[in-house]
């Protein structure tokens, strides 16, 4: 019998055959002649100079509201440390990057899961449950093709949040790795935007979707006071970043190559989408899901009381691993699961989702709605 090729929906993450490999070794040869001192020194906490000028111009906010880190994970870090204790209650969208999940559990707070909604977190359920007596410090937001569900935050959304906010004084972590990725549809205004400078918004990128995940360079635009706490942690924690990685990202952004990498992720991803939708209609017709318009994840609800534990260990006999919603969720999610595109040529979507369906056709009654 032939070997099955084994598929992995499971990590969001790229394939390498969309990553500028020739271009980020050429940016790197020139950065380090360009710069080999303050790329190969200890740097300052709050990033490389260069990076950071980049990123003043392209969010027009000046370099002291910037804090560039390792990942955007550290990012994320430095600001829960910073900012939630036991207790603290925060606002997470359900379902959310199962890594948030982790890191606020871990600080003892007291999440606060919103459903969420084709066109984002159900700002009505959070306004009631605002006005009920819930006392956020922070509401963490992925506005854009969400992960793990793939939807995106509408504009009339985002304005009430913000509003919500202002009037419940809590801040609004804007959590955005994915927002360059966007294939198809109208780009709506960040929150961090749309706040004006009133300190309502704290936001995070990152570049390990628009260069690579390796380079680990992610960044925090946000009010003075908080990066200026945030870097003094900073320093406390590793003296400053990774300056060759930011060096090298810095070069990359300036010469542009960014934009090529970046349209080449996007041609790819909608590919990839388009063979997910495709395989889900024509293989699971029982899927339901929200197209992404961009990014790297689909959610996929099927009838409820669909053993989804048992459809991913049937998958996984048959080579394919995805990621069971229950993983992104406090409560809930049995029925449900994520599939990352982002990695997986068409045609091994295609045989993917034609073995989870067998999978799920195979599943026992009671596992069966
Ligand atoms: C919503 C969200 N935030 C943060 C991250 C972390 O990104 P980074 O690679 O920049 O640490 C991810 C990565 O998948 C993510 O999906």
Same mark, same amino acid.
């Given at each position: 019998?032939?070997? #099955?090729?084994?598929?992995?929906?499971? /990590?969001?993450?790229?394939?390498?055959?969309?990553? &500028?490999?020739?271009? #980020?070794?050429?940016? &790197?040869? /020139? $950065?380090?002649e360009h710069d080999p001192g303050g790329m190969l020194a200890y740097g300052t906490s709050a990033g490389y100079p260069r990076l950071l000028e980049w990123l003043s111009g392209k969010h027009g906010v000046p370099p002291e509201q910037l804090l560039a880190t390792n990942g955007s994970m550290q990012a994320d870090a430095f600001l829960f440390q910073e900012l939630v204790g036991p207790g603290d209650v925060v606002v997470v969208e359900a379902p959310t990057y199962d890594r948030t999940l982790l890191s606020l559990t871990k600080l003892g707070a007291e999440v606060l899961a919103i459903p969420l909604e084709a066109d984002g977190i159900d700002v009505g359920a959070l306004e009631a449950a605002l006005e009920e007596g819930a006392r956020p410090v922070l509401a963490h937001i992925i506005p854009n093709f969400q992960n793990p569900a793939g939807c995106t935050l509408s504009l009339e959304k985002r304005e009430r949040l913000l509003a919500l906010a202002r009037t419940y004084d809590f801040l609004i972590f804007e959590d955005d790795p994915y927002v360059e990725l966007r294939f198809e549809g109208e780009s709506l205004p960040r929150m961090l935007e749309l706040d004006d400078d009133a300190g309502s918004v704290v936001y995070a990128s990152s570049?390990?979707?628009? +260069?690579?995940?390796?380079? /680990?360079?992610?960044? #925090?635009?946000?009010?003075?006071?908080?990066?200026?706490? #945030?870097?003094? /942690? $900073?320093?406390?924690?590793?003296?400053?970043?990774?300056?060759?990685?930011?060096?090298? +990202?810095?070069?990359f952004c300036v010469s542009g190559a960014i934009d090529r990498s970046v349209a080449t992720v996007k041609v790819a991803l909608r590919e990839r989408r388009d063979a997910t939708t495709g395989a889900l209609d024509k293989h699971l017709p029982d899927a339901r899901y929200v197209t992404p318009e961009g990014g790297y994840f689909l959610w996929v609800d099927l009838p409820?009381?669909?053993? +989804? &534990?048992?459809? $991913?260990?049937?998958? $996984?006999?048959?080579?394919?691993?995805?990621?069971?919603?229950?993983g992104f969720m406090i409560e809930g999610g049995e029925s449900s699961l994520r599939l990352a595109y982002s990695a997986v040529p068409p045609d091994q979507i295609d045989e993917a989702i034609a073995r989870i369906a067998e999978a799920y056709r195979e599943l026992p009654a009671p596992a069966r709605a």
């Amino acid at each position: 019998m032939a070997e #099955l090729t084994n598929i992995s929906l499971s /990590r969001g993450a790229p394939s390498l055959d969309i990553i &500028a490999v020739d271009e #980020l070794a050429a940016a &790197a040869q /020139r $950065a380090l002649e360009h710069d080999p001192g303050g790329m190969l020194a200890y740097g300052t906490s709050a990033g490389y100079p260069r990076l950071l000028e980049w990123l003043s111009g392209k969010h027009g906010v000046p370099p002291e509201q910037l804090l560039a880190t390792n990942g955007s994970m550290q990012a994320d870090a430095f600001l829960f440390q910073e900012l939630v204790g036991p207790g603290d209650v925060v606002v997470v969208e359900a379902p959310t990057y199962d890594r948030t999940l982790l890191s606020l559990t871990k600080l003892g707070a007291e999440v606060l899961a919103i459903p969420l909604e084709a066109d984002g977190i159900d700002v009505g359920a959070l306004e009631a449950a605002l006005e009920e007596g819930a006392r956020p410090v922070l509401a963490h937001i992925i506005p854009n093709f969400q992960n793990p569900a793939g939807c995106t935050l509408s504009l009339e959304k985002r304005e009430r949040l913000l509003a919500l906010a202002r009037t419940y004084d809590f801040l609004i972590f804007e959590d955005d790795p994915y927002v360059e990725l966007r294939f198809e549809g109208e780009s709506l205004p960040r929150m961090l935007e749309l706040d004006d400078d009133a300190g309502s918004v704290v936001y995070a990128s990152s570049f390990s979707k628009t +260069v690579a995940p390796g380079i /680990r360079v992610g960044y #925090l635009v946000g009010p003075n006071d908080l990066i200026g706490r #945030l870097r003094k /942690r $900073a320093t406390e924690t590793y003296i400053s970043p990774n300056m060759v990685s930011q060096g090298i +990202v810095a070069e990359f952004c300036v010469s542009g190559a960014i934009d090529r990498s970046v349209a080449t992720v996007k041609v790819a991803l909608r590919e990839r989408r388009d063979a997910t939708t495709g395989a889900l209609d024509k293989h699971l017709p029982d899927a339901r899901y929200v197209t992404p318009e961009g990014g790297y994840f689909l959610w996929v609800d099927l009838p409820e009381g669909t053993d +989804v &534990a048992a459809l $991913a260990a049937g998958a $996984a006999e048959r080579g394919v691993v995805f990621e069971q919603g229950t993983g992104f969720m406090i409560e809930g999610g049995e029925s449900s699961l994520r599939l990352a595109y982002s990695a997986v040529p068409p045609d091994q979507i295609d045989e993917a989702i034609a073995r989870i369906a067998e999978a799920y056709r195979e599943l026992p009654a009671p596992a069966r709605a």
